[in-house]
Every structure is written in C-alpha cells, then in structure tokens.
C-alpha cells in the first residue's frame, strides 16, 4: 500500500512540473505594412532575455492570451484564443510583443503552440536564437 500511494505521489508531482505555466503578457503591437509577412514569429534576444514578436491571424477578433514554460533550452508558449474554426469574415492580422526574462545565457528555442478543434496542443511556429 505505501509503494501504491509512494508511486501515485510521485506521479502527481512529475504532472506538477509538467504543468508549470505560467502567464506571458501580450502587448498589442502596429502590424506591419505587409500584413501577410506578419504572421509568424520573430526572435530578438538581449541578456537574460528574448523578445518575441507574434502576427497572428484572428478575423473572429478574440481575445489572445498566452502561457509560458521556460525549461531548460526551451522555452514553450501556449497560444490561447485565436479560434480554431476561423471562418469570420474578412482577414485581420493582429501583432504581440512579449518578454521572456531569466535566461541563461545558451541557445533557446522556442515553440509556438495552438490547439486544434480536438484541444490538443500542436506546435505553431519555432524559432531558435542564443541569449547572450
């Protein structure tokens, strides 16, 4: 019985870490004259930290908000709102800034996840760059 509860305790405590978000401020951003080239992810690292551009396509308008787990050499964002079936009228591209803060100094990278129409997290767009 102890080796059962022993077991199970630990399992929880390995799904604790795992579950580990924390949120990311998202920052509304001027898109760019070239809508279409906005959409992506773009990388900017400083000491101890990277900026993250995000163009993201969101024509129904919903709110954005964003989670973040920096472990080891990656760093994950989880990308909540943009909805999955998109069939708004219209195109509109909307642009974040966000800061991830107390890096190391190594290579990250960095994975963009959304959820598909099942509510599983698929990577969205990556990106690698060296902090200094």
Known sequence: MKLAVGILI???????????WKPLALVPVEPTPDSSAAV???????PGTIDIVLGVEN??????????Q??????KIRLLGPPVDRRCPGQKIETYKATVTGLKKK????????????????PWKAGVTDVP
């Open 107 to 122: 290579q990250y990278q960095v994975i963009v996840y959304t959820a598909d129409a099942k509510s599983h997290w698929r």
């Open 70 to 75: 920096p472990h080891g050499a990656v760093v």
């Open 59 to 68: 024509p129904c308008q919903a709110k954005i908000t964003a989670t973040q």
């Open 40 to 46: 992506g992810l773009s990388l900017t690292p400083s």
């Open 10 to 20: 630990g399992m929880l405590g390995v799904a604790g870490l795992q579950d580990d």
